[in-house]
């Protein structure tokens, strides 16, 4: 009686552990890939489905974009500058049968081939294209990574350049060419500024020629500015007749050697 008892017990813990290993619950987030006898049958999820204990394996896969820095490489540009460039890529699983079949790691695997690929792209571009075309280097590395991924059911959504570290002397020698930059175009604005303001004293004179009364209203408006400012400077304004009659009857140079040669 008690041996038939036992036997029944382990009988019923038996078939609780085949139906607990029969019953799989996969979240929203991930699929079950099943492989009956060693051949794949397909992936299953989510929510509650059962296998077959023990001619049944099931392989989790995650769904969920991953997000992984690429560790820092260093570079050598094609114009010959060593750089030290991390990145960081974001890919996701859309085919989980391929990520289980055709690759061991499909998260190592990624890794790997976005390291090599950084370092070849960046390889040859030149540091100028590197620090400006960013966006343009990004979408390169992200379709020729997502390229040799796609075999493996693994999506590379985005693919950034976050850092770029550059020697000391090559950061002193892009100061000196910022520096020197800056002052060309202080040096060509301020020559503008002279240029402009001589075409504007120029088409100032000849309005005033044209019209004498206005040089008379300027003096009357410089006299009236220097005496607001309560200064012993003392004032004697002189007509521009007066200086162009005086000049006028100045004996001219030619006229006394004239003279002497009668």
């Known amino acids: 009686m008690n041996a038939s008892l036992v036997g029944i017990i382990i009988g019923a813990g038996v078939l ?3 139906l607990m290993s029969a019953v799989k ?6 699929r079950g890939v099943i492989f009956r006898l060693g051949r794949i049958i397909g992936a299953k999820g989510p929510g509650l489905f059962f296998i077959i204990p023990v001619v049944d394996r099931m392989f989790r896969v995650s769904l969920r974009t991953v997000t992984m820095d690429i560790p820092p490489q260093d570079v050598i540009t094609k114009d010959n500058v060593t750089v ?4 960081v890529t974001y890919f996701n699983v859309v085919d989980p049968n391929r990520s289980v079949v055709a690759i061991e790691d499909h998260i190592k695997g990624t ?5 090599t690929t950084l370092r070849s792209i960046l390889g040859q571009v030149d540091l100028d294209e590197l620090l400006v075309n960013r966006d ?17 059911g693994v999506k590379v959504t985005l693919v950034e350049v976050k850092d770029v ?5 090559m950061r002193r020698a892009m100061a000196r060419q910022a520096e020197a930059e800056r002052d060309r175009r202080a040096k060509v604005i301020h020559a503008k500024g002279e240029f402009e303001a001589a075409q504007t004293l120029a088409d ?5 020629e044209g019209h004498p009364a206005a040089m008379h209203l300027r003096i009357l408006s410089t006299m009236a500015e220097i005496s607001s400012e309560r200064n012993s400077t003392l004032i004697f304004p002189l007509p521009m007749e007066v200086l162009r009659l005086v000049d006028m009857l100045r004996p001219s140079d030619a006229a006394p050697g004239a003279a002497r040669t009668a």
């Open 111 to 115: 890794s790997q081939i976005a390291q």
């Open 16 to 18: 609780l552990l085949l």
């Open 136 to 152: 343009e280097i990004n979408q390169r590395l992200q379709r020729i990574i997502d390229d040799v991924t796609n075999p493996w």
């Open 25 to 30: 619950i996969v979240p929203e987030y991930e």
């Open 204 to 208: 100032a004179a000849e309005r005033i």
């Open 165 to 169: 570290e550059l020697p000391e002397a």
């Open 84 to 87: 030290r460039v991390n990145a």
